[in-house]
C-alpha cells in the first residue's frame, strides 16, 4: 500500500477494531485500492482491543478505527477506558459504525473521539471516507475537530452534531 502522509520509512499505522468480517474486508479492499502506505492490524472484540492496546502502549496505532457495537466490550466502553488512560488518551480514536444515534454521537463527541463515521451503503464513499481520514489524522498531534466537523460521510455535504 502506498502514498500515505508518513514517508516510506514510516507507514501509517492503523488498527481496526470491527466484528463484521465483511466490513473488515471492505476496509481493507479501500486501503489497497487507495494504495496508501500502511501497516493495518485488525482486533474483532473490545477485549481483544484493549488488550493489544494494552500490549503495545509504548507503540500505539497512528489512528484507531473503532466499531461501537462488538461483542465483549463495546466501543462506547473502550473509547471512555482509552481517553481515561494516561498511556493511551493521545491515541486517535475515529468512531466507525452503522448506528446513527444521535445521543450516541454527541457522547463520543464528549469522550474526545476525533470523528464519527457512519459506515457508508457505498464503497466509493467508503474509500473517500478514509482517504479523508488519513489525510486529517494523518500528520503528528491531530487536534480533536470542531463540533460541525466531526461527522464525516463519503459525500460532499456531512450532516451537524446537535
Not at 481483544?48 to 473503532?66: C, E, G, V, Y
Request: hydrophobic content about 40%.
Amino acid at each position: 500500500m502506498k502514498n500515505s502522509n508518513k514517508s516510506p520509512q514510516n507507514p501509517l499505522n492503523i488498527l481496526l477494531a470491527d466484528d463484521d468480517l465483511d466490513d473488515c474486508f471492505l476496509f481493507t479492499e479501500a486501503l489497497e485500492e487507495l494504495q496508501v502506505d500502511v501497516q493495518l492490524k485488525m482486533v474483532h472484540d473490545g477485549e481483544q482491543l484493549m488488550q493489544w492496546l494494552t500490549d503495545k502502549a509504548n507503540k500505539l496505532p497512528d489512528i484507531l478505527f473503532l466499531d461501537i457495537n462488538m461483542p465483549r466490550k463495546n466501543g462506547l466502553d473502550c473509547l471512555s477506558e482509552i481517553k481515561n488512560n494516561e498511556l493511551l488518551q493521545n491515541l486517535s480514536v475515529v468512531i466507525f459504525s452503522t448506528s446513527s444515534d444521535n445521543d450516541m454521537v454527541v457522547q463520543v463527541y464528549k469522550d474526545a473521539a476525533h470523528y464519527y463515521i457512519h459506515k457508508p451503503p457505498k464503497f466509493s464513499q467508503l474509500k473517500n471516507i478514509i482517504q479523508n481520514v488519513l489525510s486529517l489524522l494523518g500528520q503528528e498531534n491531530s487536534p480533536l475537530p470542531l463540533k460541525e466537523k466531526f461527522i464525516l460521510t463519503g459525500i460532499t455535504e456531512n450532516p451537524k452534531l446537535k
